[in-house]
């Protein structure tokens, strides 16, 4: 049956269906990549015969990328796990012996229940690029370890925690363009990742309407092919680039008064007391309540009384006596610095002082010259009424290029500000929040690290804090978590920080811990800095001839470089074979116009020993009897993974699925559990979805239309309006302590670096890394693009996207390659403080000329996936990883500091800094070169091609 497509989504241009191909076809969810596109499976004798993409879905409309049609050929990879496996050989040898299930499961619990109930800090539980999150979150607060987080660390913490601090979303699946009309669309940072079809589409349609697309990237790769303006920025100059635009707009009076005075705290007053411990923080009244200057009465009066009558401008005289400045008066000062002038950031940028004047007034032409307006009544959270919705038609994208810098998060936090001050968020035509966002800082939940043996934690592992006192550290100021998450060292982690987790636990430091549980997390590849030095910390062992770390759980689908350095490998389904949840209360794939959800489910039955991972996390609960997962009698109460995405519920009425809720299955949101959910979902096509009210549909922050409409299907418990922090006072209050004010301080290496970063207003510093080496030793940039054909690692081993990027060369700017007397296909050996690789290069232009770069993930260890140890990815792939340390370069004060944003802990991948020279001859092999893995899977046949009798 063609169900039409939900009119928001409506595409006039869809061309003939091919033609059939199969005896049945089943709609699930695409697990290829993060984007989570509807997936039509095509069927033929209970085999998969083809995967295309579901018209009807709101994420992808019916469009299917290279990665996405693969999927067969992941779902019969040669590379997939076949049984549980114990070690019998040493850690990282390899060798195995293949166990059955119940024997695994016996002892992954006689590991972990020791610990439960004496020390459960001492289970460490991290999982990679996991949609499971709200359930393995769960787990591990039921469990009662501190020491939880995903892969977002070491991803883009810094976009998605910068958006959350500032506007209460960020990208992605916060929010995106008004793809329909927007008129001028920037994406910063992006090559074809985070996210992918979506963003094919949207930037198709803004084709199609004529839009202005600005690419900015170091590379031209992906959508800066695309793009109709190309800015080949130099890495981590991001920051002072935007700051500069805000420069010019401020310089020429193009910004939106009316919606800074609305929706921002651009008019709250600062407290101006230097040498106190208010200096800078928000003046409030004895109720608590922010203060604004009422201009019209000349007096201060409280934030939510005064909208569009409050001062921008001044210095005023409290009540009390205090003075006090409003934000944008900090913020004109702060900007309008010559420091931000185009001409004095173009050298650094590598973008021209004339380009950059241009684009601002672009971007102010486009915003307030062709601003739009919709008619409709609204009432907005001061209880004023609007009849119509006025539009700023500029919207921007951002992602990991600009967040994975040690000046991330205040990079991240400087694109926000820019569209804060041209009006357009959640406007017609700007960037809009996709439900259940806009949701602030502050309605989340803090983070929480209390252990009580044989205990649930007290709440929710990862969070928002706001300030010293919400740190998690324990009465000696050590950290709670073994990833020290949310100490000093990275105050605002809302992530964890996964790539510490490991050389913390080796080195004892802040504890040691027993059990280090893995779900997808190539942590002895790429998924780690320092690669090598990694897979020697999971090998390292105690004088007493015990492992560092004494056991390691490992689940993944696939034979990846991890395998070989687990004690026991839990081997997952792929993604056709199991349930999972597209969840609400996780990374939802709505739509600025809609709510929405999906699922996926076993399409095909596994032919092997494997088990979702989520059903076997279930069954490791109910045998532990974590509270939730066993009834009073102590009996499981999940039968598996479907039947809890069905009757678990999180709060009354609110369970993984919103849809199809409700005892007859009609009801969306909130609503009792109903047992046919997960067909009724099966009967739609594997999704669920709801319109936002046309009158809801904007100025979701301060809507109150959309907050009561949220309050109602179960995204707050009570309205939430989000006011935008253009000057953040969480930072403030940890300047503050490191000026020596309020009772917890920071430790003394860490004074200064909390006092320069930590500003209130973001602000633009040198990437770490480069300032503390000589950078005229390594004058270049290296950093990685993401491919459109391969995600990640996952696509290794598929016969198909191999073909596409088997081997990666290092791309090298011309001029560079003049320099050092390169000619396409000579080798080069690439050095950086920590390491040194030599590999293939290829000449290119478009690419800024400081910076190579090279595809991310595909080179491979040898005899890892399954693949031979010929195989073009592990004789002339590589990775950067090796040349990237998780510490910085030594400062010659006794103290180590890790390679991440201060202030979030995000992996400063993008801040390599590296020389290069020609090799004398090629080689064979890129080096550095490392043992072949011992594989625990039969071997893979030398053709893989579908049909072949290896996957009947
Ligand atoms: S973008 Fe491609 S790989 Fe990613 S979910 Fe969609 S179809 Fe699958």
């Given at each position: 049956?063609?169900?039409?497509?939900p009119?928001?989504?409506a595409?006039?241009?869809q061309?003939?269906?091919?033609?059939k191909v199969?005896d049945?076809?089943?709609k699930t969810?695409?697990y290829?990549?993060?984007?989570r596109?509807g997936?039509?499976?095509?069927?033929r004798?209970?085999k998969i015969?083809?995967i295309?993409?579901?018209?009807?879905?709101p994420v992808n409309?019916?469009?299917?990328c290279?990665?996405g049609s693969?999927g067969i050929?992941?779902h019969?990879?040669p590379?997939?796990l076949?049984k549980?496996?114990l070690?019998?050989?040493?850690?990282?040898a390899g060798?195995?012996?293949e166990?059955?299930?119940e024997?695994?499961?016996q002892?992954a619990?006689?590991w972990?229940e020791p610990?439960?109930?004496?020390?459960?800090e001492?289970?460490?539980?991290?999982?990679?690029?996991?949609q499971s999150q709200?359930?393995?979150?769960?787990?591990?607060q039921?469990?009662?370890t501190?020491?939880?987080?995903?892969?977002?660390?070491f991803c883009?913490v810094n976009m998605?925690?910068?958006?959350?601090?500032?506007?209460?979303g960020?990208f992605w699946e916060?929010?995106?363009p008004d793809?329909?009309?927007?008129?001028?669309?920037?994406i910063?940072g992006v090559a074809?990742d985070?996210?992918?079809?979506p963003?094919?589409?949207?930037?198709?349609?803004?084709?199609e309407?004529?839009?202005?697309?600005v690419?900015?990237?170091?590379v031209?790769?992906g959508?800066?092919?695309?793009?109709?303006e190309?800015?080949?920025?130099t890495p981590?100059?991001?920051?002072?680039?935007i700051l500069?635009?805000?420069?010019?707009?401020?310089r020429?009076g193009?910004?939106d008064?009316?919606?800074?005075?609305?929706?921002?705290?651009?008019?709250?007053l600062v407290i101006?007391?230097p040498?106190?411990?208010?200096?800078?923080l928000?003046?409030?009244n004895?109720?608590?309540?922010?203060l604004?200057w009422?201009r019209h009465?000349?007096?201060?009066?409280?934030?939510k009384?005064v909208?569009t009558g409050?001062?921008?401008?001044?210095?005023?005289?409290?009540?009390d006596?205090r003075?006090?400045?409003?934000?944008?008066?900090h913020l004109?000062?702060?900007?309008?610095?010559e420091?931000?002038a185009p001409d004095?950031?173009?050298e650094?940028?590598?973008?021209?002082?004339?380009t950059?004047?241009?684009?601002a007034?672009?971007?102010a032409?486009a915003?307030?010259n062709?601003?739009?307006?919709i008619?409709c009544s609204?009432t907005d959270w001061?209880g004023e009424?609007?009849?119509?919705?006025?539009?700023r038609?500029?919207?921007?994208h951002a992602?990991r290029?600009i967040?994975?810098?040690?000046?991330?998060?205040?990079?991240?936090r400087?694109?926000h500000?820019?569209q804060i001050?041209l009006g357009?968020i959640?406007?017609?035509?700007?960037?809009?929040?996709?439900?259940?966002?806009p949701?602030?800082?502050?309605?989340?939940?803090?983070p929480h690290a209390?252990v009580?043996?044989?205990?649930?934690?007290?709440?929710?592992?990862?969070?928002?804090?706001?300030?010293?006192?919400?740190?998690?550290l324990?009465?000696?100021?050590?950290?709670?978590r073994?990833?020290?998450g949310?100490?000093w060292?990275a105050?605002?982690?809302?992530?964890g920080v996964?790539?510490?987790?490991?050389s913390?636990?080796?080195a004892?430091?802040?504890?040691?811990?027993d059990?280090l549980?893995?779900?997808m997390?190539n942590m002895s590849?790429?998924?780690?800095m320092?690669?090598?030095g990694?897979?020697?910390?999971?090998?390292?062992?105690r004088?007493d001839?015990e492992?560092?770390?004494?056991?390691i759980?490992?689940?993944d689908?696939?034979?990846?470089?991890?395998?070989a350095?687990?004690d026991?490998?839990l081997?997952?389904t792929?993604?056709?074979?199991?349930?999972?949840?597209?969840?609400?209360?996780?990374r939802p794939?709505?739509?600025?116009?809609?709510?929405?959800?999906?699922?996926?489910?076993p399409?095909?039955?596994?032919?092997?020993e494997?088990?979702?991972?989520?059903?076997?996390?279930l069954?490791?609960?109910?045998?532990?009897?974590l509270?939730g997962?066993?009834?009073?009698q102590?009996?499981?109460?999940?039968?598996?993974?479907?039947?809890?995405l069905?009757?678990?519920?999180?709060?009354?009425g609110v369970?993984p699925?919103?849809?199809f809720?409700g005892?007859?299955g009609?009801r969306?949101?909130?609503?009792d559990?109903n047992?046919?959910q997960l067909q009724?979902y099966i009967?739609n096509?594997g999704y669920?979805?709801?319109?936002?009210p046309p009158n809801a549909?904007f100025?979701?922050?301060a809507?109150?239309d959309y907050?009561?409409w949220?309050?109602a299907k179960?995204?707050y418990?009570?309205p939430?309006?989000?006011?935008f922090?253009l000057?953040l006072?969480?930072l403030?209050k940890?300047?503050?302590?490191?000026?020596?004010?309020?009772?917890?301080?920071p430790?003394?290496?860490?004074?200064e670096?909390?006092?320069?970063?930590?500003t209130p207003l973001?602000?633009?510093y040198?990437?770490?890394?480069g300032?503390?080496?000589d950078?005229?030793d390594?004058?270049?940039?290296?950093i990685t693009?993401r491919?459109?054909?391969?995600y990640?690692?996952?696509g290794?081993q598929?016969?198909w996207?191999?073909?596409?990027?088997g081997?990666n060369?290092m791309?090298?700017?011309?001029?560079?390659?003049?320099?050092a007397g390169?000619?396409d296909?000579?080798?080069?050996?690439?050095?950086?403080?920590?390491?040194?690789?030599?590999?293939p290069?290829?000449?290119m232009?478009a690419?800024?000329?400081?910076?190579?770069?090279?595809?991310n993930?595909?080179?491979?260890?040898?005899?890892a996936?399954n693949?031979?140890p010929?195989?073009?990815?592990a004789?002339?792939g590589?990775l950067?990883?090796h040349?990237?340390?998780?510490?910085l370069p030594?400062?010659?004060d006794?103290q180590?500091?890790?390679?991440?944003?201060?202030?979030?802990?995000?992996?400063?991948w993008?801040d390599l800094r590296?020389?290069i020279e020609k090799a004398?001859?090629p080689?064979?092999?890129?080096?550095?070169?490392?043992?072949?893995q011992?594989n625990p899977?039969p071997?893979?046949?030398?053709?893989v091609?579908y049909?072949?009798?290896?996957?009947?």
């Open positions: 049956m063609t169900k039409a497509a009119a928001a989504f595409d006039t241009h061309t003939e269906t091919s033609p199969s049945e076809v089943r969810t695409c290829m990549c993060a984007c596109c997936i039509d499976v095509h069927l004798d209970g015969r083809y295309e993409g579901n018209r009807d879905h409309r019916g469009v299917l290279a990665k693969a050929m992941q019969y990879s590379a997939r076949q549980p496996l070690r019998t050989g040493p850690r990282g060798e195995f012996r166990i059955e299930w024997e695994a499961l002892i619990v006689s972990l610990l439960r109930e004496s020390s459960p001492k289970l460490a539980f991290f999982t990679g690029r996991d709200s359930l393995t979150g769960w787990w591990a039921q469990f009662g501190p020491n939880y987080a995903a892969h977002g660390g883009s998605a925690t910068a958006g959350i601090y500032t506007i209460g960020s916060f929010g995106q793809w329909e009309r927007t008129k001028y669309f920037m910063f074809e985070h996210d992918s079809n963003i094919k589409l949207g930037m198709s349609r803004l084709k309407r004529g839009a202005k697309i690419g900015v990237n170091p031209r790769t959508y800066n092919a695309i793009a109709d190309w800015v080949g920025i981590g100059t991001d920051g002072l680039f500069s635009l805000i420069h010019e707009l401020l020429a193009k910004v008064v009316d919606y800074l005075l609305r929706y921002t705290n651009a008019a709250q101006d007391a040498g106190t411990a208010e200096h800078g928000i003046a409030r004895n109720d608590g309540e922010m604004v009422d009465a000349d007096r201060e009066a409280s934030y009384s909208s409050a001062a921008l401008k001044g210095r005023f005289t409290l009540g006596g003075a006090a400045v409003p934000v944008f008066e004109a000062r702060a900007y309008s610095d420091r931000y004095a950031v173009a650094e940028t590598g973008v021209s002082a004339d950059i004047r241009r684009i007034a672009e971007l032409n915003a307030f062709e601003a739009i307006e008619e609204w001061r009424e609007h009849d119509k919705f006025i539009g038609p500029v919207s921007f992602m290029g967040s994975a810098h040690s000046n991330g998060f205040q990079t991240c400087a694109l500000v820019l001050l357009s959640d406007c017609p035509g700007g960037f809009r929040y996709k439900p259940p966002y949701k602030p800082s502050y309605a989340h939940p803090k209390g009580t043996p044989d205990q649930p934690l007290g709440g929710p592992h990862l969070g928002y804090l706001h300030g010293p006192d919400d740190l998690l324990d009465t000696e100021g050590r950290a709670k073994i990833d020290k949310f100490t060292d105050p605002m982690s809302a992530h996964l790539h510490m987790v490991i913390n636990a080796v004892g430091d802040p504890y040691e811990i059990t549980f893995l779900f997390a590849w790429n998924s780690s320092n690669t090598r990694v897979m020697k910390m999971l090998e390292a062992k004088d001839g492992y560092r770390i004494p056991h759980i490992y689940s689908a696939y034979a990846s470089e991890m395998v350095y687990a026991l490998v081997p997952d792929t993604y056709l074979e199991r349930h999972d949840a597209i969840s609400l209360l996780d794939i709505c739509e600025p116009d809609a709510v929405a959800d999906a699922i996926r489910w399409v095909v039955e596994p032919d092997r494997v088990r979702g991972f989520q059903s076997v996390l069954d490791l609960g109910a045998r532990l009897r509270p997962m066993v009834n009073q102590g009996d499981p109460l999940y039968k598996d993974y479907a039947d809890y069905v009757n678990h519920q999180r709060k009354p369970g699925l919103a849809g809720r005892a007859q009609d969306g949101g909130r609503g559990p047992p046919q009724q009967d096509g669920w979805t709801e319109h936002v549909a100025f979701k922050m809507n109150q907050q009561d949220a309050v179960g995204f418990d009570a939430e309006p989000c006011i922090n000057y006072e969480p403030r940890f300047q503050l302590a490191a000026e020596g004010h309020g009772e917890r301080q430790p003394e290496h860490l004074r670096r909390v006092r320069d970063c930590f973001p602000h633009w040198p990437p770490f890394e300032a503390g080496i950078v005229s390594y004058p270049y940039h290296a693009q491919p459109a054909a391969m990640h690692s996952w290794s598929n016969a996207l191999r073909q596409i990027h081997d060369p791309y090298v700017p011309g001029p560079v390659c003049d320099a390169l000619v296909g000579d080798w080069a050996w690439i050095s950086s403080y920590h390491g040194k690789i030599c590999v290069v290829r000449r232009h690419v800024n000329d400081k910076t190579l770069w090279t595809w993930a595909i080179g491979k260890r040898k005899g996936w693949l031979s010929d195989a073009p990815e004789k002339r590589f950067l990883n040349l990237i340390n998780e510490l030594p400062k010659g006794g180590r500091y890790s390679n991440s944003d201060p202030i979030t802990g995000q992996a400063a993008y590296v020389k004398e001859q080689f064979e092999q890129s080096q550095p070169t490392f043992e072949v011992q899977l071997p893979a046949p030398d053709d091609e049909g072949k009798e290896w996957q009947k």
